[in-house]
């Protein structure tokens, strides 16, 4: 048992890695703490195999059969662990409500204030990342924010424009969507 030993701990157990690294070629894509991990895993079944080792057979073999199904073990976990938190994720673009135009992208929150910007006396109103953004619009889309840039209330928009506040509300969702407001960003 000592000349096994010996054998595979020599150098900094080279041949105890060699082995471990000919069975993670087969896997690729790991970062060099992953491989370290394996290493220690390595030191474990290697006590353990050498405590079951019976001389019927070789050694080499025994232990590179203990070793390749103990990787593929603790990849299948490693693996299975990362799905667990796909499950529990949705999809950016999922209905919400009983709009179908609503998703739950729209529900996330800007940093831009659609109508601090719109309102701010400092904009020109013929500025050109204005007008990209004004031209990215629908057309009921485009009127609301003009008439807010002439400073007219929410309630006379809904008014003029015979909105319900449903619709007013996801109008202007739409209106600050990045898709949008990424002129103003520029």
């Known amino acids: ?11 900094n157990a080279r041949k105890l890695h060699e082995i471990v690294d000919k ?3 087969r896997f690729g894509g790991l970062y060099d703490k992953d491989v370290d991990d394996f290493y220690s895993l390595a030191n474990e079944v290697f006590a353990d ?3 079951r080792y019976d001389e019927d057979q070789s050694f080499d073999g025994f232990l590179y059969s203990c070793l390749t199904n103990k ?10 662990y990362k799905r667990r938190t796909d499950r529990l994720s949705v999809p950016i673009d999922l ?26 006396k400092n904009m ?16 009921i889309q ?14 006379c928009i809904k008014k003029q424009l015979n909105l319900t506040d449903k619709q007013y509300q996801s109008y202007m969702r739409q209106a600050v969507q990045y898709e949008h407001i990424r002129f103003l960003c520029i």
């Open 1 to 11: 048992m000592e000349e096994i030993l010996t054998l595979y701990y020599k150098n």
């Open 23 to 25: 069975i993670l070629l």
């Open 49 to 51: 195999a050498i405590r």
């Open 71 to 80: 990787i593929k073990t603790e990849i299948t976990r490693r693996n299975r």
């Open 95 to 120: 209905p919400v409500g009983d709009e179908e135009h609503c998703t739950l992208a729209d529900m996330i929150p800007s940093d831009i204030n659609i109508e601090k910007e719109v309102l701010d």
């Open 124 to 139: 020109d109103f013929m500025d050109q990342k204005i007008q990209d953004y004004l031209r990215s619009l629908s057309k």
């Open 142 to 155: 485009r009127r609301i924010i003009e008439m807010k840039m002439q400073d007219i209330g929410t309630k």
